[in-house]
Nanobody, 124 residues
Framework: QVQLVESGGGLVQEGGSLRLSCAASGRTFSSYSMGWFRQTPGKEREFVAAISWSGGTIFYADFAKGRFTLSRDHAKNRVYLQMNSLKPGDTAVYYC?????????????????WGQGTQVTVSS
């Protein structure tokens, strides 16, 4: 079992930055692939970024490339999503997730555990 708690969301102006953090409990954190997804009302959950258990492979959605950076810290059992040059279209609830799988980790259906989400609002 893995429990995930996101933090770092908030209100920011267009062009600003936020750093989301996901704290994971459990001794096997290092064996999970980790991902970030986002969701707005009436829409499906959307892939943002994912990182392999080792941290050696990172995937980004096209909209995130060049603006978002995903990293993980095994010593602290945390995953970070640095978001720069934010746009109003980035407004959503952002969810951290953990997967026991090492493949297809850009698909939300591969994830076993989810956090409660953190709201990100970007004003124009």
């Amino acid at each position: 079992q893995v429990q995930l708690v996101e933090s770092g969301g908030g209100l920011v102006q267009e062009g600003g930055s936020l750093r989301l953090s996901c704290a994971a409990s459990g001794r096997t954190f290092s064996s999970y692939s980790m991902g970030w997804f986002r969701q707005t009302p009436g829409k499906e959950r959307e892939f943002v970024a994912a990182i392999s258990w080792s941290g050696g492979t990172i995937f980004y959605a096209d909209f995130a490339k060049g603006r978002f950076t995903l990293s993980r810290d095994h010593a602290k059992n945390r995953v970070y999503l640095q978001m720069n040059s934010l746009k109003p279209g980035d407004t959503a609830v952002y969810y951290c997730a953990a997967s026991e799988l090492a493949y297809d980790i850009t698909y939300y259906g591969r994830y076993n555990f989810w956090g409660q989400g953190t709201q990100v609002t970007v004003s124009s």
